[in-house]
């Protein structure tokens, strides 16, 4: 079974303003900016009781969270579930037929080994399994 949620996607045009409406009305605070160019995105970290939210700003107009903005609006974007020995999920759901996006771990913007899948496979909403290796999934 999945470990638990490990953080929520939430596509911003300004992470700079999205982050001054958590602040005022949530109190919480931004623990670390960072950009990750493969993917687009430059990625502030919220942390949110077990969970961590992640802003993603676009970068430039390739991103795939540009793309997303420019067709549905800023909002939730992805819903990312810490599992144990993500190779092997990708090879099982790889056979069952799930379509993967990522069919090799890579490097997310916390540096573990992440992979999303397909919308279309996933009942309309982007997946993303997270790897990690030394931490409960509320170890944030
Ligand atoms: N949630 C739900 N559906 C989504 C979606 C999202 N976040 N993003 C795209 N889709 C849907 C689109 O609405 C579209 O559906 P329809 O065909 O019914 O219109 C379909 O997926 C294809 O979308 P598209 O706009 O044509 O875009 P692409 O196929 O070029 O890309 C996707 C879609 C999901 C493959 C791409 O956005 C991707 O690879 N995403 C994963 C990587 C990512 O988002 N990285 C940023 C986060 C970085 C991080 O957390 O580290």
């Known amino acids: ?10 596509a911003v045009t300004s992470i700079d303003e999205a982050a ?5 009305h949530f109190q919480l605070d931004i623990q670390d900016v960072v950009e990750v160019p493969e993917q687009g995105v430059r990625v502030a970290f919220l942390p949110l009781g077990s969970v961590t939210l992640e802003l993603l700003e676009p970068l430039g107009e390739n991103s795939p969270v540009q ?3 420019d067709k549905k609006g800023p ?8 599992v144990e020995d993500l190779q092997d999920r990708l090879t099982q759901m790889k056979r ?8 090799e771990p890579k490097t997310g913007a916390q540096g573990h080994p992440i992979a999303f899948l397909h919308p ?17 999934a509320d170890g944030h």
Do not use: C, W
């Not at 069952?96 to 069919?103: A, R």
């Open 1 to 10: 079974k999945p470990r638990g949620v490990d953080h929520i996607g939430i």
């Open 20 to 24: 001054s409406f958590y602040r005022s």
């Open 67 to 69: 793309k997303f903005i």
């Open 75 to 82: 909002g939730l974007h992805h819903l990312a579930i810490a």
């Open 96 to 103: 069952s037929g799930v379509q993967l996006i990522d069919e």
């Open 120 to 136: 279309k496979s996933t009942h309309g909403s982007l997946l993303e399994l997270v790897e990690r290796k030394d931490e409960s």
